[in-house]
């Protein structure tokens, strides 16, 4: 009989049993169980004095931590897994100035796993094992040697990308570190996929990307580099259009529903808006097209509810939403006509060319 309680074995553990010795499993660590054993027959019960124990989890030998050990400005930056035993290990780092001689210790009872090892010669190789130790054992981890010098690594470039015709220039800051950084250019066609090197073992902070096509995303980065380390800025992407500068919208194609027109129907006048510039239009301000019948100022129709911005070389298809009368259709009348679209017919925004805005098409209704 078992109870989490002195006098209260009311959990009955076994019975009928013949042997003398019983293994109570399952049980929580470090809480107190008391126990007694009653022996029975026919004639009656004898019950064993009250016992009572408290299990506890074994205590397991540390595993290894595994050492990195980075060279900096007469120093060691040291850093190890986290060792696993119980009880939780603690740490001891050794040094040493030839392999398998680690006879100086830095630190011992840490329970991080960091540690700068300073003041030391720069141009000297040293040698580094981390000990976890508890009160099953200690496990070493495998040696790690690292020469400290007076070199840096690089700082991190801030990447500027502009788009041209069929080209992108690339800039950047310049990268600090010792030995001076180098740079190397890489291109991709989708964002994190910079796998193309443009170029590589380059002094100078800028480059231009030529051959591209127009209206196609480019993706970049540049890597600084020295014998330390290699230091990458952020991505930046860019759109090459036809060259040219500044905003700029054009009408690319007009269509209507319905398809098939009779008079009276109500068609609705929809345009493709591109932006063959090479600055996007500013998010928040409406591009807006105006639809006209035969040059006809009144009635009209128009769209003037989509805001968001137009990047360079990309394009929108708008659908008149309103007009004369409040109502975004044309009475189709019987014969042959044109339809003019206008965008940004009220000038919401400012671009290179504003005599490129019109388009016109031929519609005819039996």
Known sequence: MRGTSTGNETTTVTSNFVGTSFNDAGLTNGTQYFYVVKAINSVGTAISGEKSATPVQPNVAPSPPTLTATPGNASVALSWTTSTGTPTPTYTIMRGTSSGQETTTLASSQTGTTFNDTGLTNGTQYFYIVKAINSVGTATSTEKGAIPSGNTAPTTPTLTATPGN??????????????????????????????????????????????????????????????????????????????????????????????????????????????????????????????????????????????????????????????????????????????????????????????NNKTTAPITVP
Request: aromatic share 6%.
């Open 166 to 355: 069929a080209s992108v220039s690339l800039s950047w800051t310049t990268s600090t570190g010792t030995p001076t950084p180098t740079y190397t250019v890489m291109r991709g066609t989708s964002s994190g996929q910079e796998t193309t090197t443009l170029t590589s073992n380059q002094t100078g902070t800028t480059f231009n990307d030529t051959g591209l096509t127009n209206g196609t995303t480019y993706w970049y980065i540049v890597k600084a580099i020295n014998s330390v380390g290699t230091a990458t800025s952020p991505e930046k992407s860019a759109i090459p259009s036809g060259g040219v500068p500044g905003i700029d919208l054009i009408v690319t194609s007009i269509s209507w529903t319905p398809t098939t027109l009779s008079s009276g129907a109500h068609v609705v006048f929809s345009a493709v808006i591109k932006n063959q510039g090479s600055v996007a239009t500013p998010a928040g301000t409406v591009i807006g097209c105006q639809f006209a019948i035969d040059g006809h100022t009144s009635p009209i129709t128009w769209s003037d509810t989509n805001s968001t911005s137009l990047a360079p070389g990309a394009s929108v298809t708008l659908t008149a939403n309103n007009g004369t009368n409040a109502v975004n259709y044309w009475p189709a009348v019987s014969g042959s006509h044109t339809v003019q679209a206008w965008v940004d017919d009220v000038n919401r925004i400012a671009e290179s060319n504003e005599g």
